[in-house]
């Protein structure tokens, strides 16, 4: 997994609708401001958007990942992996969220973004993320206080 940098991933979506572009640059913008989040980019997947916990704010040496998004240019979908299970998703309207096939995935859903979700439903995903920050984050401190 190799890191990009937020203009190669970006560069990557010049053939993506605008408001596909718009998409991630609404998320990445909203958790740039916040000091406890890292938002990073990988090579995978032609380019993808990771949003983690930095790993001091809960006292380790390494990020946490709570969420994984990247462009599907076949099918014009956003493919996005969270932390929070295909029902808690649901909570948020997003009805259309799967259990990852793998069982060693640390993510708990995978989820297709139709076109209006991508085009209409940023907010809302924004807030499904913030959710997902917040129950991994209580997940880890909880273990850490029992061990």
């Given amino acids: 997994m190799s890191k990009i940098s937020p203009e190669v991933f970006f560069s990557k979506l010049h053939a993506a609708p605008h408001a596909a572009r ?67 998703l649901s909570v948020f309207g997003f009805d259309n969220g799967t259990v990852p096939r793998s069982a060693s995935e640390p993510l708990n859903s995978d989820i297709q973004l139709t076109e209006a979700q991508w085009r209409y439903g940023v907010a809302d995903f924004i807030k499904a993320l913030e959710t997902a920050k917040m129950i991994l984050a209580t997940s880890i401190i909880r273990n850490h206080r029992v061990t």
């Fill in 22 to 88: 718009g998409f991630f640059e609404s998320i990445s913008t909203h958790f740039k401001r916040k000091n406890d989040i890292c938002v990073h980019h990988t090579g995978t997947n032609n380019g993808d958007l990771r949003l983690a916990i930095r790993g001091e704010i809960l006292e380790q040496k390494r990020i946490r990942n709570f969420a994984t998004m990247y462009w599907q240019s076949r099918n014009r979908m956003v493919f996005a992996r969270t932390f929070l299970t295909p029902d808690e």
